[in-house]
């Protein structure tokens, strides 16, 4: 079993839900809606997520897991049901957004609401595609969607400061988030989100309350021609990858060169065509690890639970105890929690099933203290009613 498994919960900014979602940010006509469109033609189907209504402008998109891969050969089940990120476009961005121009209070509420920052950014240039600001220039992008972003924050940290320090002197208990708002008031002041600051776990409960843009994880995609994509070089790379260091040397973000027209491409010719393109000019799809790197980076894990009925994926939010892992399948499982019978994939995939994994020591119960590994193979006792159930 991991070292941590056991390990005390760590305090994450954003919300505690595991279903959480990654908005598609930039300018205008940099490649961002090329992108959703290709991820939602590759769309998990809806059926496969009962109880749940999407919104048009969401895809939710299957993770690639390997493990889920081997798991399903091995069981061979009716029923298959992958790991999903779920996407949503929003609306090009102009400069002075924080103050309503263009559609900047749209824009900004629909950051809000997501809970992690695919942002978009253009190199490549094109006379039939025009740049919002009429010349290609990555950095002032970058610096202005930052701006903006930051301006926002400080403007609604402010106010809760404002508004605290009014009533502080009689309500005390409320001193506590006021100096965690007056923290955050200080990091924005001087250009630096909020996820960059050192919290600590009393001060993220209330930061998490405002739901900061800046507060929210960013993977940056990097939209290339389909040229420099191939050859891997572009003036431009050595000076983002800077901008993004320094802006982040905290906690390095990470960058993803993709071609989004390349990607689009690919989609239309279907699989087989789409291999032998891709083989032709010796490259690969970017767009798996563009989705298993936005999943993780919202701090989202799953679990298996198998069998030869059903092999399924379930998320959960990093470093989730077990009872709230039973309370993805269901509420009664959860409020009901015995405990968590355990298996580890390295160990199931090499001893080949669960009667090996228990007399070789490596199926194990777990309480509700037992926080749940990404590929961990779970199975839940709860007491449902009179009697005990199993699920």
Same mark, same amino acid.
């Given at each position: 079993?991991?070292?941590?498994?056991?390990?005390? %919960?760590?305090?994450?900014?954003?919300?505690?839900?595991?279903?959480?979602?990654?908005?598609?940010?930039?300018?205008?006509?940099?490649?961002?809606?090329?992108?959703?469109?290709?991820?939602?033609?590759?769309?998990?189907?809806?059926?496969?997520?009962?109880?749940?209504?999407?919104?048009?402008?969401?895809?939710?998109?299957?993770?690639?897991?390997?493990?889920?891969?081997?798991?399903?050969?091995?069981?061979?089940?009716?029923?298959?049901?992958? #790991?999903?990120?779920?996407?949503?476009?929003?609306?090009?961005?102009?400069?002075?957004?924080?103050?309503?121009?263009?559609?900047?209070?749209?824009?900004?509420?629909?950051?809000? #609401?997501?809970?992690?920052?695919?942002?978009?950014?253009?190199?490549?240039?094109?006379?039939?595609?025009?740049?919002?600001?009429?010349?290609?220039?990555?950095?002032?992008?970058?610096?202005?969607?930052?701006?903006?972003?930051?301006?926002?924050?400080? #403007?609604?940290?402010?106010?809760?400061?404002?508004?605290?320090?009014?009533?502080?002197?009689?309500?005390?208990?409320?001193?506590?988030?006021?100096?965690?708002?007056?923290?955050?008031?200080?990091?924005?002041?001087?250009?630096?989100?909020?996820?960059?600051?050192?919290?600590?776990?009393?001060?993220?409960?209330?930061?998490?309350?405002?739901?900061?843009?800046?507060?929210?994880?960013? /993977?940056?995609?990097?939209?290339?021609?389909?040229?420099?994509?191939?050859?891997?070089?572009?003036?431009?790379?050595?000076?983002?990858?800077?901008? /993004?260091?320094?802006?982040?040397?905290?906690?390095?973000?990470?960058?993803?060169?993709?071609?989004?027209?390349?990607?689009?491409?690919?989609?239309?010719?279907?699989?087989?065509?789409?291999?032998?393109?891709?083989?032709?000019?010796?490259?690969?799809?970017?767009?798996?690890?563009?989705?298993?790197?936005?999943?993780?980076?919202?701090?989202?894990?799953?679990?298996?639970?198998?069998?030869?009925?059903?092999?399924?994926?379930?998320?959960?939010?990093?470093?989730?105890? %077990?009872?709230?892992?039973?309370?993805?399948?269901?509420?009664?499982?959860?409020?009901?929690?015995?405990?968590?019978?355990?298996?580890?994939?390295?160990?199931?995939?090499?001893?080949?099933?669960?009667? %090996?994994?228990?007399?070789?020591?490596?199926?194990?119960?777990?309480?509700?203290?037992?926080?749940?590994?990404?590929?961990?193979?779970?199975?839940?006792?709860?007491?449902?009613?009179?009697?005990?159930?199993?699920?």
């Amino acid at each position: 079993m991991s070292k941590n498994a056991d390990a005390p %919960a760590k305090p994450l900014l954003g919300r505690p839900s595991s279903h959480l979602q990654i908005g598609l940010v930039g300018l205008p006509n940099v490649g961002k809606s090329t992108l959703f469109n290709i991820l939602t033609k590759m769309s998990v189907p809806a059926e496969n997520y009962p109880f749940c209504t999407i919104d048009p402008t969401f895809s939710r998109v299957a993770v690639p897991d390997d493990r889920y891969e081997w798991l399903v050969e091995h069981f061979k089940p009716k029923s298959e049901v992958p #790991a999903q990120l779920q996407i949503t476009d929003i609306a090009g961005l102009m400069k002075g957004a924080h103050k309503g121009e263009g559609l900047g209070n749209a824009f900004l509420s629909h950051i809000s #609401a997501v809970d992690g920052i695919f942002q978009v950014v253009r190199i490549f240039e094109d006379s039939d595609v025009t740049h919002v600001l009429d010349s290609v220039d990555p950095v002032r992008d970058l610096q202005i969607i930052q701006e903006e972003l930051l301006l926002k924050d400080l #403007a609604a940290v402010s106010a809760e400061v404002h508004k605290l320090e009014k009533v502080v002197g009689r309500e005390k208990h409320r001193k506590p988030e006021l100096e965690a708002y007056k923290k955050a008031e200080e990091y924005l002041k001087v250009n630096k989100p909020i996820r960059f600051g050192e919290w600590k776990p009393a001060e993220v409960e209330y930061i998490n309350l405002l739901q900061c843009l800046t507060a929210k994880p960013t /993977v940056y995609l990097v939209n290339m021609s389909e040229e420099d994509y191939i050859k891997k070089k572009n003036k431009w790379l050595a000076k983002i990858k800077q901008w /993004v260091d320094e802006t982040s040397k905290e906690a390095p973000e990470m960058i993803i060169p993709i071609c989004a027209s390349l990607e689009s491409k690919l989609v239309e010719l279907g699989p087989e065509k789409a291999a032998e393109y891709l083989k032709g000019i010796n490259s690969t799809s970017i767009i798996p690890k563009v989705v298993k790197t936005g999943y993780q980076s919202i701090n989202l894990v799953h679990f298996f639970t198998c069998g030869t009925d059903e092999v399924r994926c379930w998320t959960v939010r990093r470093y989730s105890k %077990a009872p709230q892992a039973a309370g993805c399948i269901h509420t009664d499982m959860q409020n009901g929690f015995i405990c968590a019978e355990v298996m580890k994939y390295v160990d199931y995939k090499e001893l080949g099933s669960e009667a %090996a994994c228990r007399a070789n020591g490596k199926h194990q119960q777990k309480g509700k203290e037992y926080i749940v590994e990404d590929g961990d193979i779970l199975f839940f006792k709860f007491n449902a009613g009179a009697g005990l159930k199993k699920k």
